[in-house]
């Protein structure tokens, strides 16, 4: 949602909150926070502050695992340069945690699903495999600690780089990639702008150890849902590989941003991500949608 202000300023309001992902209630914390920041950034806009929405069984759990998942969502809140502004809670027999966001933006700067243009470039901001990972780690499978290490590492890194991106461009389109997959939420922007997406499954960023995990059938449920539920509106060329093709729907927790730059305006983004360090892979372009039997083409 988002609000106009008086003075040319809007509010931004978000809100996410989920069940732990990984073991660490600290590391949880950080990465719950960070997907609902995500949103915000998404659009272009910068947090203010954000409100914790707790579910947690206070009876049958120490309080200090309670503590320590609060601990993260605030060092991260803090990290996003926005202000931690209480919230609520509940007594749950699941745990749950996540923020109520609230962001400024600039009203002419908003970047939608609704903003693809022909010819517009496609950055990723972060690698795909998160959902696969913290699969293997619900089910400690061989080699957990290590999914556990790269979603603390990816899932609770903010997406702000990407979000200035947005603002000094001007970006008219971009997306966070969480539960639809990427496959998901690009073909819902191509559908929303009336286009075609064509994606470099070769050059798509994906962690080699759930493309170990996806060749063992690792693959979670939501993942296959997001590819059967698509699967109308996809094309899959014939050179692509399978478990590549299977990453492209997996259901991310906090994954990165994907933006639609202008190609003039390719280097002065790829530079802008550089500059804090950001990661940013070019997986693929905007085109007509014309005559094209699918929406979201996979070569």
Request: glycine share 10%; hydrophobic share 50%; with cysteine.
């Amino acid at each position: 949602m988002v609000v106009r202000f008086p003075d040319g300023k809007a509010l931004v309001q978000t809100v996410d909150f989920f069940t732990p992902i990984v073991d660490d209630p600290y590391a949880f914390g950080q990465i719950a926070a960070a997907n609902a920041l995500s949103d915000v950034y998404a659009m272009g806009g910068e947090p203010l502050a954000a409100m914790n929405i707790v579910c947690f069984p206070i009876k049958d759990m120490p309080r200090s695992i309670l503590a320590e998942i609060l601990r993260g969502g605030r060092d991260k809140v803090l990290e996003a340069g926005a202000a931690p502004a209480g919230g609520h809670s509940v007594e749950d027999a699941e745990i749950k945690y996540g923020l109520a966001v609230s962001g400024t933006i600039d009203p002419g700067r908003i970047a939608t699903n609704k903003g693809l243009r022909p010819g517009d470039r496609l950055l990723l901001t972060k690698p795909l495999g998160t959902g696969i990972l913290a699969t293997a780690l619900k089910a400690k499978w061989q080699g957990f600690a290590r999914c556990e290490e790269l979603l603390v590492t990816w899932a609770a890194r903010l997406n702000a780089p990407g979000g200035r991106v947005i603002r000094e461009l001007g970006l008219k389109a971009a997306t966070d990639v969480t539960g639809f997959g990427l496959g998901g939420h690009l073909l819902e922007m191509a559908r929303a702008s009336d286009v075609a997406i064509r994606l470099l499954v070769r050059d798509i960023p994906m962690f080699e150890e759930a493309l170990s995990l996806a060749a063992m059938g690792l693959i979670p449920a939501g993942s296959h849902a997001n590819r059967a539920f698509c699967a109308s509106a996809v094309r899959i060329g014939p050179d692509v590989e399978p478990l590549r093709a299977d990453l492209v729907f997996d259901a991310q927790t906090s994954g990165g941003l994907v933006l639609a730059v202008p190609d003039p305006l390719l280097p002065r983004a790829l530079a802008l991500l550089a500059e804090t360090g950001e990661t940013a892979a070019l997986i693929g372009e905007v085109q007509p949608r014309g005559d094209l039997p699918a929406r979201l083409v996979l070569a």
